[in-house]
């Protein structure tokens, strides 16, 4: 797998900035990888909820589908946090 330097820097920018995660996929889908900030991977190996290995598919599936409608309420609630400020300060 081979990305540009500019690519690579612009992702880890956007890590630092927003929090989120980035997901590569090789082609074919075969692999895929998560870049984090080490304090995010850290946070996972020390969260009482990193036993997914006992969960069941259905009980894996619900939890992604929460932390998934947990990540855009808080970029909903960001992003009209961000308009009216904006609207705001450009009188």
């Known amino acids: 797998m081979y990305m540009q330097e ?6 880890l920018d956007l890590i630092e900035k927003t929090g989120d995660k980035f997901v590569i996929t090789e ?3 075969e692999r895929s990888y998560v870049m984090m900030t080490v304090e995010d ?8 909820h990193n036993d997914l290995g006992n969960l069941t598919e259905d009980q894996l ?10 990540w855009k309420s808080n970029n909903q609630k960001n ?5 009216i400020k904006n609207i705001f300060s450009n009188k």
């Not at 500019?6 to 992702?11: A, E, L, Q, S």
Request: hydrophobic fraction near 30%; charged fraction near 30%; avoid cysteine.
């Open 61 to 70: 599936l619900e939890k992604i589908n929460q932390e998934i409608a947990l």
């Open 27 to 29: 082609k074919g889908g």
């Open 41 to 48: 991977y850290e946070k996972l190996l020390s969260s009482p």
């Open 6 to 11: 500019g690519v690579y820097n612009k992702i």
């Open 79 to 83: 992003s009209k946090e961000n308009l």
